[in-house]
DNA sequence: GTTTGACCAGGTTTCGTATTTGGTCATACG
DNA sequence: CGTATGACCAAATACGAAACCTGGTCAAAC
C-alpha cells in the first residue's frame, strides 16, 4: 500500500469503526480487535497509526471536536452574522448536541467515555481557551461584547454558562441559551455593521484553531 | 429518656455525627455503627428516628438545605435589598461553597456522596422549584425580572447559570456569577422602592419554603 | 415504654485463578 | 525492501468462592 493518501484514507476507516463502537459499547468494552475487525485489517495496522489504544480513541474525539469547529466556520463563512456570540453559540450549542460523543465529554458521561473523561481536557485545551479569548477581545473592540469587564473574565462565566445549559436534562432549547447569553455577555445593542467588519478576523481564528488540531490529527495519522 | 424536647436534640447529634462522618469518609465508608458510636447511643437508637440508613443521610443533606436556605432569609431579613436576584444568587452562591456537603451535592463529587446523589433530586425538589419560580414571578411584576419570557423558562436558564458556576473548578467569584445573573435576567434598572416593596412577600415565600422541609425533617425525627 | 447489642441474611471485599486484551515483533507478503 | 499481520507474552481484567462486614430486626435488659 503506498503511503500518502491511501494511508490517511485508512485512519479515517479506523477511527470510523472505533468512533462507531465507541457510541454503542462505551470506552470500556471496545477492544482493539473489535476496531481492527470492523476497519477490515490486523491488529498491528492500528499501532502504525496510533502508539496506544488510548490515544487512538482521544483521537475519536479530537476529530469530532474538529469537526463541530468546521461547521461553525462553514456556518460563519455562509453567514457573517453568526459571528455574533449568542448566533455562534446557538450553533455551537445545537452542534455539541447532535454529535453523542462531544455530548458525552462534556455531560461527564462516564458510562461511555471512561476514563478517558480526565485525559480528554489535558489533551484538547493547549491554546484553544486563548482562541476563544481573543476572539471575545475581538468583538469587544468593536462593541459587539461587554467591555465594564476583562475577556478573560467573561470567558471564565461564559465557559460556566455553556456548561451548565450542556448538562441539563433534557438540555434546555437553544434559544435560551442564545437568549441568555446575549443578555449576559452582549452590549445592548449589536451593530450588524460591525459584525461583518469583524466576520474575517473572526472566522481566521477559529479555522486557525481548528487547523491546528487537524495537524495534531494527522501527525499522529 | 422522656420524649418531646430531648427526642429532637438526640436527632441533632446524631446528624451531626453522621454529616462529620459523611464529609470525612464517604457515605461507602460510613457505616450506622460509626454514626451510632460518635453519637454516643446503641446502633439500634438510630432507627428510631430513621428507618433505613439511606433516609438517614438524605436528611443530613436536608438539614444542611435548610440552613443555608434560612441563612438567606437572615440576610434577607437583615437587608431587603438582598431580595435583588443578583444579590440573593452571589449570596446563596457564597453559602453553598461554604457547605462542603452542598457543593458535593451540585459537583456530582460521587467520592462522598456515593449512590445518595441519584435520591438526592428526587428528595429534595417536590415544591421548591415551584416557590422559586413564584419569586421569580413576584419579581417581574414589579419590573425586576426580564418579562420577554416566563419565568418557568428563566427558571430553567437560571438553574444552568448556577449549576455552571458550582461545579466550576476553581469556582468563580462570586462577584461573576452576580454580574452575569443580573445582566442575563434583571432588567436595566432595578429599582430601590420596588426592591423594598417585594421583600416581605420574597421572604415568605423562602420561609415557607425552608419551614416545609424542616417540617419533613421533624416528621422523621 | 425506651434502649440496646447479639444476631442473621444479604451484600461487599478479598484473593487466587482463568480469561481477555494491549502492545510487540518475527514472519509472510507484495 | 517496506508494509501488514496475527501468534505471542506480560499485564490487566473478569470471575468465583470464601471470608468478612454491615444494614436492619427484635428479644431481652433496663
Given at each position: 500500500m503506498p503511503p500518502?493518501?491511501?494511508?490517511?484514507?485508512?485512519?479515517?476507516?479506523?477511527?470510523d469503526a472505533a468512533a462507531e463502537l465507541l457510541l454503542r459499547a462505551g470506552y470500556r468494552r471496545t477492544t482493539i480487535e473489535?476496531?481492527?475487525?470492523?476497519?477490515?485489517?490486523?491488529?498491528?495496522?492500528?499501532?502504525?497509526?496510533w502508539k496506544n489504544r488510548e490515544?487512538?480513541?482521544?483521537?475519536?474525539?479530537?476529530?469530532?471536536?474538529?469537526?463541530?469547529?468546521?461547521d461553525l466556520v462553514r456556518?460563519?463563512?455562509?453567514?457573517?452574522?453568526?459571528?455574533?456570540l449568542a448566533t455562534l453559540t446557538r450553533i455551537q450549542y445545537t452542534n455539541?448536541?447532535?454529535?453523542?460523543?462531544?455530548?458525552?465529554?462534556?455531560?461527564?458521561d462516564?458510562?461511555?467515555?471512561?476514563?478517558?473523561?480526565?485525559?480528554?481536557?489535558?489533551?484538547?485545551d493547549p491554546r484553544h481557551d486563548e482562541a476563544f479569548v481573543e476572539y471575545l477581545e475581538l468583538l469587544a473592540a468593536h462593541d459587539l461584547l461587554r467591555t465594564d469587564r476583562p475577556a478573560r473574565e467573561l470567558a471564565v462565566a461564559y465557559r460556566a454558562v455553556l456548561h451548565g445549559f450542556l448538562v441539563g436534562s433534557p438540555p434546555?432549547?437553544?434559544?435560551?441559551?442564545?437568549?441568555?447569553?446575549?443578555?449576559?455577555?452582549?452590549p445592548l445593542a449589536v451593530s450588524t455593521t460591525q459584525l461583518r467588519a469583524v466576520a474575517p478576523r473572526a472566522i481566521a481564528l477559529f479555522t486557525e484553531s481548528a487547523a491546528?488540531?487537524?495537524?495534531?490529527?494527522?501527525?499522529?495519522?
Open positions: 500518502a493518501e491511501d494511508r490517511a484514507e485508512r485512519a479515517e476507516r479506523i477511527l473489535d476496531v481492527a475487525e470492523r476497519a477490515g485489517i490486523g491488529k498491528g495496522t492500528v499501532y502504525l497509526h490515544d487512538l480513541f482521544l483521537a475519536v474525539l479530537l476529530r469530532e471536536s474538529v469537526r463541530a469547529i468546521e456556518a460563519m463563512e455562509a453567514d457573517p452574522l453568526v459571528t455574533r455539541v448536541l447532535a454529535r453523542p460523543l462531544l455530548r458525552a465529554g462534556h455531560a461527564d462516564a458510562g461511555t467515555l471512561g476514563k478517558l473523561l480526565p485525559k480528554l481536557h489535558d489533551q484538547l434546555p432549547e437553544p434559544a435560551l441559551i442564545a437568549d441568555t447569553v446575549a443578555h449576559a455577555f452582549e491546528l488540531d487537524r495537524k495534531r490529527l494527522e501527525r499522529a495519522y
